[in-house]
């Protein structure tokens, strides 16, 4: 071992251990403060009707009240607590690798920059399925108690409970994969595009490293976003609320081929608004938080 190279690795470690707890924080702020737009999108993607967005946040505060709106909270907090960090510390520690191997300047390419991010978001949301799983179910349950019928989970421990009795351990993993496609895609507009739009927005002179950078970057890969996962979004959504032998899809494959031939091909952004609502909020205030974080905890800039 050289000299001073254990000592370069503790740092490392340190600094990846501040960006996983500053991105768990951020990502637990931006989530409880978007999540009833969250909620809207996963009902509006479940229903079969055409209330649009507004009719269904009157439809749950009306029968459930204002808590009905952070039905699934508790699960989504937890998946984000693994997600999150994985998908972030990953992406950077990837890009800074991938930059080397690009000509060593430090910059990258956008496509690199959106495999990267791809490639980050699967194995982050492979970790993070089955608390995505229980956080679907239980938005979903709070659309059964509007209807009258008793809800399936009292929380999200029974959920977990109930899932791998029901359904094996691997039933915590059902609708993985349409949930890695969408991760893939998500993250490739949200990572990729966020982190190019951003370093564009600074050599551009348009706005130094401030918030004002940040917002326009989050506003662009919010869009980029939502406009590539959305199908995905969709599918993902219907495949993992499917339990027991209440089965409507077998595979992505069918779920798209159904959902076109009742729907037609709008319905696969079915949530679009609601989704690009609260993607825009959610990373405004994840990536301002997160960067205002960094900068207290005395780390470089993402």
């Not at 009306?62 to 709106?69: A, D, I, P, R, W």
Request: aromatic share 10%; glycine share 10%; charged share 20%.
């Amino acid at each position: 071992m050289k000299p001073g190279e254990s000592h370069g690795l503790d740092r490392t470690g340190t600094v990846n251990s501040k960006k996983i707890i500053l991105t768990s924080v951020s990502a637990m702020v931006a989530e409880t403060a978007t999540f009833p737009i969250d909620l809207t999108k996963t009902r509006l993607q479940l229903q079969h009707g055409s209330k649009n967005a507004f009719q269904i946040v009157a439809e749950i505060v009306g029968k459930e009240g204002v808590n009905g709106l952070y039905k699934g909270l508790s699960p989504a907090i937890i998946r984000h607590l693994f997600y999150t960090p994985i998908r972030i510390v990953g992406y950077e520690n990837l890009r800074n690798f991938v930059a080397i191997n690009d000509g060593g300047d430090g910059s990258t390419l956008l496509w690199s920059k959106a495999i990267v991010g791809g490639i980050s978001g699967v194995i982050a949301q492979v970790v993070a399925s089955p608390a995505d799983l229980v956080k679907v179910r239980m938005q979903a349950d709070g659309r059964m108690v509007s209807q009258g019928q008793k809800p399936r989970y009292s929380g999200p421990f029974d959920a977990f409970n109930k899932i791998v009795h029901a359904e094996g351990f691997g039933g915590l993993w059902k609708g993985v994969f349409p949930n890695i496609q969408r991760a893939f895609l998500v993250n490739m507009g949200e990572l990729g595009c966020y982190d190019h739009a951003k370093r564009f927005v600074i050599q551009k002179q348009i706005a130094s490293d401030n918030v004002y950078a940040h917002s326009l970057a989050s506003i662009m890969s919010g869009l980029a976003a939502t406009a590539l996962s959305c199908p995905a979004d969709v599918v993902k959504t219907r495949m993992m609320n499917q339990e027991g032998s209440k089965v409507m899809y077998k595979s992505s494959y069918e779920c798209v081929v159904k959902t076109v031939r009742s729907e037609g091909i709008r319905a696969l952004w079915k949530g679009f608004i609601p989704t690009w609502a609260r993607l825009g909020p959610w990373q405004f205030m994840f990536w301002v938080s997160y960067e205002k974080f960094r900068q207290a905890a005395g780390l470089s800039s993402f």
